[in-house]
């Protein structure tokens, strides 16, 4: 008996190890082929083609920075990104909570008319085409609202916020309008200081995926002058794209094509992603919390 | 307070879908949406009969079908090992390591999986070729490799995000339960597959019930950013296909005939996975 629950301890001692080097090594995968873009960035384009850059930078330097910042137009394409982002998720934001505080309330006239009227366009999810023929009819092409107006709530957050303030204790409001605070009042004043944390949540939810996404911009904007900083990324790697192709072709001239941007690209890629590095620490103490309601429907 | 929200529902949710009668029109922009002809199903006919449409079909599916039988287990065993870490420091640190590539935009993660993947200067055949001498792999110009980094690189981005509410319903499992296994002397693989598993098989069932209403779906912006044309015959999907034909070349009814076949079959996976859903005895989506 004590022979093999010993056994059991070493085995077990052994699977443990193995279990944390498996995760370690996962995650380190994980995070590898952006390790592996930073390093390259800072790297020599001869080092990046002679296939020395692995872990660190080689010959390190700030050249592929300076190409990409020189003319100008990865400055602009940040800023409105920026302006996107910002409006986009004020926008968000102010809509969800309009809409979530009187959907939370069972009292609410016709609300399981209205849940399911919300709940038919998670369901039934119309295409591509008379979207952009709707958004070119109003006139929307080429402005940010074509980018704002379509997603003004992202359904799935507003139940979200909807569950939140459904499980906050009746009796604070109850009170707060036995005081003669109307509607509006207790929303502003009562209401919106208890959902701080899941406001924060939805806030980040809603901004990380507005500087992310790049597909409405590619269908909506089609001024250079305004195109954001995803959609300057698709551009420059689908220019890669098309001379890898041209270099499976087997002509000799494309290498140059190739080889020059590499480096570039991997500068703008680390530009793209380091505002979501620097709000990610904020972002992990809410996401869980996030999921974790959005899970549980009401 | 509920004006502005109707309005939007009204205006931007539900005249897309009413816009989708253009699917049995002629429509040209010039006329709108009333001035065009009615054309009944001529381009249903148009789009059952042609090659592209069983092409794209197919691979919507296909690549589906790859996402959830490789994709779906791995967040489940993710957390089965992150449930049995004990350094709480550790487990964090995995956990964020392994998010992390969810909150990054597909125009990122694309062009860091082309760079690395990239026959001449890419890291992996780099690695290939000095350690075991392999020639360089055209990765995402190959018709047979595509599909595998399509699908190893959704992993890479949901695996871990995958694994939240699979730790949540671990959470909930009754300690007592692993106690008593322990004195009855159950080893640490038999308390896995007694307690943790069946501790979260309704969270298993549900998701993957979840997923089966989404294989119509792939992921625009994923598969977009991802493919190139030398690998259409594997890599075009039903919504790309519409992008590329509908708005570039302004084919606009006969693509709208075929996303509102996807819509419709999209529709009809959810509502009848719902169905399922209650009839397992869990609650619903609605």
Sequence with gaps: ????SRAYGIAEGMGRGFLYMFLGLSSLLALFPLWYELAASFSSSRAITAGEVLLWPVEFNLHAYNRLFEDGQILVAMRNT????????????????????PLSKRRLMGRSGLLLFITFTMLFVSGIIPSFILVKSLGLMDTYWSLWLPALVSTYNLFVMKTFMEGLPEEIEESAAMDGAGDWRILTQVMLPLCKPIIASLSLFYAVGWWNSYFQVLLYITKSSHQSLMVKLYQMINQVDA????????????????????????????????????????????FVKGVLIGSVKG | MLLPIILFYVLFKYAPMAGEVIAFK?????????????????????LFESVDFWRVLRNTLLLNVYSLVFGFPVPILLALLLNEVRKEWYKRTVQNLLYLPHFISWVVLGGIVIAVLSPSTGVVNLILKQAFGIEPIYFMADS?????????????????????LYLAAMASIDPLLYEAAKIDGASKWRQ??????????????????????????????????????????VADVIS??????????????????????????GFLLVVSVNQLIRRFGERGLW
């Design chain 1, 1 to 4: 008996m004590k022979r093999t």
């Design chain 1, 82 to 101: 920026v302006v996107i982002t910002l409006i986009g998720t004020s926008l968000n934001m102010l809509m969800t909570i309009l809409a979530a505080y």
């Design chain 1, 243 to 286: 001379s890898l192709l041209n270099h499976a072709g087997g002509s000799e001239g494309a290498e140059q094509i190739l080889l020059t941007p590499e480096g570039i690209k991997a500068a703008a890629i680390i530009i793209a992603v380091t505002p979501i590095l620097c709000v990610y620490p904020f972002l992990q103490k809410h």
């Design chain 2, 26 to 46: 002629n429509y040209r922009f010039a006329d709108g949406i009333w001035g065009s002809d009615w054309v009944g199903l001529r381009h249903f006919h148009m």
């Design chain 2, 144 to 164: 047979a490799w595509w599909p595998v980094v399509y699908t190893l690189s959704g992993i890479w981005r949901e695996a871990g995000w995958g694994t939240i």
């Design chain 2, 192 to 233: 896995i597959w007694h307690i943790t598993l069946p501790g979260i098989r309704s969270t298993i069932a549900i998701l993957l019930i979840l997923r089966m209403g989404h294989m119509m779906d792939v992921g625009l912006e994923q598969t977009l950013v991802l493919q190139n044309q030398s690998v259409l015959d």
């Design chain 2, 240 to 265: 790309t296909y519409v992008y590329r034909v509908g708005l570039q070349n302004m084919n606009y009814s006969y693509t709208t005939a075929l996303g509102l076949f996807q819509s419709l079959i």
